[in-house]
Each structure stands twice: as C-alpha cells, then as structure tokens.
C-alpha cells in the first residue's frame, strides 16, 4: 500500500505540472501576469528533477520575450518585472544545468541570449546586450557552423554600434553557407536591412542589387516581403531621404 501511494505521487506530479502550465496560458491570455508568475512557478516546482523543466523553462522565456519586444511601458508593471526576472532567472539556470565543460546548450544559449538582447533594447541597458553578445560570442567558437547564431549576434552588435561587426557576422554565415553549396535569403537581405536601419541607403540599394545578382540576375523580382520590410525600417528613420522605390 505504501508503495502504492508513493507512486501515485510520483505520476500525478507531472498531470499537476502540465495543469499549471495550462493554467500560465490561460492567464496570458487574460493578461493577468502575476497569476501567470505564479502558475509557472507551481509548474516549475512539480516538476523538479524531471525532464520537463527545461520544456517549461522555454515556454515561460518564449512568452516573456514575444511579450515584452518593442514595449518599454511594460517595466512601468511590477508584475512583468518579476515576471521577466523569473524567465531570466530560470534559463540562467537552464544554461548552467545543461552545460559542462566545451559542451554547450545551444538552444538555451541562444533562448537567455534572446532574452537578454530584448530586455536590453526595450530597457537600454546595454549590460544585458553585451551579455547576449559574449553568449553569442560562446556558441560561435563550440559550434562554428550553427548558422542561426549569427544574425543574432549581428544584431548584438548592431545596437552596440558596431554595425560592421554586425555586417561581418553575417558575411561569415553567408561564406559558410557558400562553403557548403547553400544559400539563404534570409541571411543576405540582413546586409542591407542593416544598411537601411543605420541609414546608409547607397549601400543599401547597392546590396540588394548584389541579391539580385545572386539569386538569379538583375531581372530577378526581389523577395516582396522583404522588401517592404527594409523599406518600412528605412522610412521610419529617415522619412523622405529613405530608399527611393
């Protein structure tokens, strides 16, 4: 009987855990963010030494990060405050749990790293952007040719003023990709989105020529998308004296 009742307790902890974590959902859609702290923690707590606390661990990071892009006016809320120092605490846990020795995470790596560029740029404290730099910087030198790290660590360096380091970071995925027989679009349109952002718009228009070059000749109809969003980004910082078409 006794063993019986033990193992009840172990299998209903994660049913209590996945409940909870349904439970932050609810409340994020409702914008109740002290209850969503407080569903995430329970959940976290249940799950203590199982493998779910780094899936949790993602969701809460994922929902704080997508939550708080581009909203300053969010650190006027004490509850978001504690909610992000919790995301961050917990990933920073994450990063350490999952990492020994030259063997990285690169997914938590890059998940705090994330958090971090964010909550630095809607703050401007450009401690948190030079940690997600020096995180970047780690991934890079592990694992050379995890391609998604470098237009991360371009925009490190972009909002640190370093816009060619920021160019650099994206050659070199663009030359790996190269090496490998690859392309990627997404990759290339970074080099004059970067341009257009620091306001350099001759070379803006000279490297989305060179895109045009490369995907197919001078004929080729530029990816739209794209496009519209240099485009957008250029207007919103220049006006009138943006790229001109």
Excluded: C
Aim: no cysteine.
């Amino acid at each position: 009987l006794v063993a019986f009742v033990v193992l009840f307790f172990i299998n209903i902890r994660p049913y209590q855990a996945a409940g909870s974590l349904i439970d932050a959902f609810r409340a994020v859609g409702e914008g109740n963010n002290k209850v969503v702290k407080e569903h995430f923690e329970r959940s976290l707590s249940l799950s203590q030494r199982t493998i779910g606390v780094p899936e949790i661990r993602e969701h809460l990071s994922r929902i704080v990060t997508e939550g708080i892009s581009g909203n300053p006016e969010v650190f006027s809320n004490p509850d978001i405050q504690a909610l992000i120092q919790l995301a961050i605490d917990e990933m920073e846990k994450q990063v350490e749990e999952a990492s020994v020795g030259v063997h990285k995470n690169i997914r938590s790596y890059l998940m705090l790293g994330r958090l971090y560029t964010v909550m630095g740029s809607v703050s401007s404290d450009r401690a948190l952007i030079e940690k997600a730099r020096h995180l970047y910087e780690e991934i890079i030198i592990v694992a050379p040719h995890y391609i998604a790290t470098y237009p991360l660590l371009a925009e490190t360096y972009l909002q640190l003023g370093e816009r060619d380091l920021a160019i650099g970071a994206i050659q070199k995925a663009e030359k790996l990709l190269s090496d490998a027989g690859k392309q990627s679009s997404d990759i290339s349109y970074t080099i004059p989105l970067i341009y257009a952002v620091t306001q350099d718009f001759d070379n803006a228009l000279a490297s989305l020529e060179s895109i045009a070059v490369l995907y197919g000749g001078k004929n080729r109809v530029f990816e739209s998308k794209e496009i519209e969003r240099i485009v957008r980004i250029a207007r919103s910082s220049a006006g009138s004296r943006a790229i001109p078409f």
